[in-house]
């Protein structure tokens, strides 16, 4: 019974995004960052327990000392969003999150939808890492 309620509630909510206003692809800002660092668009909603779930990740000591040494984290409500940077395709729920160079021309990584594990974060993180200086070279 709790697969199928997951499954309904999963399918309510990428209806939902889906039925969200027409994306504009004239809104590259979003991405952008002064900073240099890799910008992280974190898509998420209110009262998506996952989006929480991978908040509470994001403020564990080793994921915080990463982010904050090498991403700018930019929170976007999906019911607040109009745009998204162009080349990205839609989101299948939340949480998503994209991983975008700092000048938000392009994406580096696939992005990724639901919660992660601490230890599962940070090696994705690094792997995202390696994927920008990578693609810098």
């Known amino acids: 019974m709790k697969n199928i309620k997951f499954l309904f509630l999963s ?8 039925c969200s206003k027409e994306k504009s692809s004239d809104n590259q800002n979003i991405a952008t960052n002064q900073s240099g660092k890799i ?23 080793e994921v915080k000392k990463i ?3 090498d991403f700018e984290v ?11 940077p162009k080349g990205l395709m839609e989101p299948y729920g939340t949480p998503t999150l994209y991983f975008m160079s700092p000048d938000g021309s392009k994406e580096i990584h696939d992005p990724l939808v639901g ?10 993180l690094n792997q995202v890492i390696n994927d920008f200086k990578a693609s810098s070279k």
């Open 115 to 124: 919660p992660l594990e601490e230890s599962d974060m940070i090696e994705l």
């Open 67 to 69: 982010l904050d040494s």
């Open 74 to 84: 930019k929170f976007v409500d999906v019911s607040q969003m109009d745009t998204l």
């Open 11 to 18: 399918f309510l909510m990428l209806f939902m995004v889906s």
């Open 39 to 61: 910008s992280i668009l974190f898509l998420t909603q209110d009262g998506c327990g996952s989006c929480d779930a991978l908040k509470d990740t994001f403020k564990r000591a």
